[in-house]
């Protein structure tokens, strides 16, 4: 990717999680996130480049990660990626070559294809990894998300910029 993404999607199963499902005995569902990531969120919102939740499941536990982290914009439920990602585009105004993406797993295969940036985490199957621009020496649920946002600012010299923003406001 030549510029700076103008819109970065996540998966988060696999990627902001382990990819585990738990359940207790009556019914809750339980997800752990690593703080980690909302690191990679901070230095988008300071370089004011939107993030975008798109994931196939639908739980109120992603729904609070996502108000507390103050994402841009969340898509549960989404059985086609590549469809509502190209609609997220056409609002924006940008093309899919102007996205970066990072999912994990069968389902994200078309999107993975489609974007101008593709990133996996490093226990993502081989069949993923093999068609993606980077892979995160980063497993899922244990930071990938902020390795995959570090790798693109870092790719483009903007990793210390966000870091200066980021200390310039904490004063």
Not at 33 to 60: C, H, Q, W, Y
Request: glycine share 8%.
């Amino acid at each position: 990717m030549k510029n700076l993404p103008k819109l970065v999607i996540t998966d988060i199963d696999g990627v902001w999680t382990d990819g585990g499902m738990y359940y207790d005995q009556t019914g809750n569902e339980w997800k752990k996130f690593n703080t980690s990531d909302s690191a990679g969120v901070l230095f988008l919102r300071l370089l004011k480049i939107p993030v975008a939740i798109m994931t196939g499941e639908e739980t109120v536990v992603v729904s609070r990660r996502s108000q507390k982290l103050k994402i841009d914009y969340l898509f549960q439920g989404v059985k086609n990626k590549l469809s509502c990602a190209q609609a997220l585009a056409d609002q924006l105004g940008i093309t899919l070559d102007e996205i970066a993406f990072i999912g994990d797993d069968i389902n994200d295969i078309k999107l993975l294809n489609a974007v101008g940036l593709s990133g996996t985490p490093a226990n993502a199957p081989n069949y993923i990894k093999s068609i993606v621009n980077y892979v995160s020496e980063v497993r899922g649920g244990e930071g990938a998300f902020r390795d995959f946002v570090e790798h693109i600012l870092s790719s483009h010299n903007q990793l210390e910029g966000a870091i200066d923003l980021y200390l310039a406001e904490v004063k």
